[in-house]
């Protein structure tokens, strides 16, 4: 626990967003305060490779949390099996920075929708998407 908190903070990165969100951050007081400094949220990593339905948790609604965590200085964000129009419209009004967003196996996504939101982000330099349905 001596550590310096940018040591953590590079530690617990290498969790993912969710598990930072639904454990890391309840370990301890130091912990929790170096998972809510916006600089843990500029990158933004949540896959998902289950059964959505199975799952004790909402992950659009802890996506948007990491968001809002960001501050507006996400630059990077991975959707992975959950993301929907409404989530990414969330994400284009609240991170002006983002330079990097993928998502993969959206189903039922509208491509009009994606557009949109990729018009919205001005920084952005990567786009990587796969959508089925």
């Not at 290498?14 to 400094?37: D, F, H, P, Q, Y």
């Amino acid at each position: 626990m001596e550590l310096p908190e940018g040591i953590w903070a590079n530690i617990l990165h290498r969790l993912g967003a969710v598990e930072i969100l639904e454990t890391a951050e309840k370990v301890s007081s130091k912990w929790r305060r170096v998972c809510k400094n916006p600089s843990m949220w500029r990158i933004i990593d949540m896959w998902n490779l289950g059964d959505l339905s199975d799952m004790d948790y909402d992950l659009e609604v802890m996506c948007r949390h990491a968001v809002d965590r960001s501050q507006g200085e996400v630059v990077d964000i991975n959707l992975q099996y959950f993301a929907t129009a409404q989530l990414l419209e969330y994400i284009a009004e609240r991170s002006g920075k983002l330079k990097r967003l993928s998502i993969a196996c959206c189903y039922g996504m509208v491509c009009e929708s994606l557009v949109e939101v990729v018009q919205k982000l001005l920084l952005l330099k990567l786009l990587d998407a796969l959508a089925h349905g």
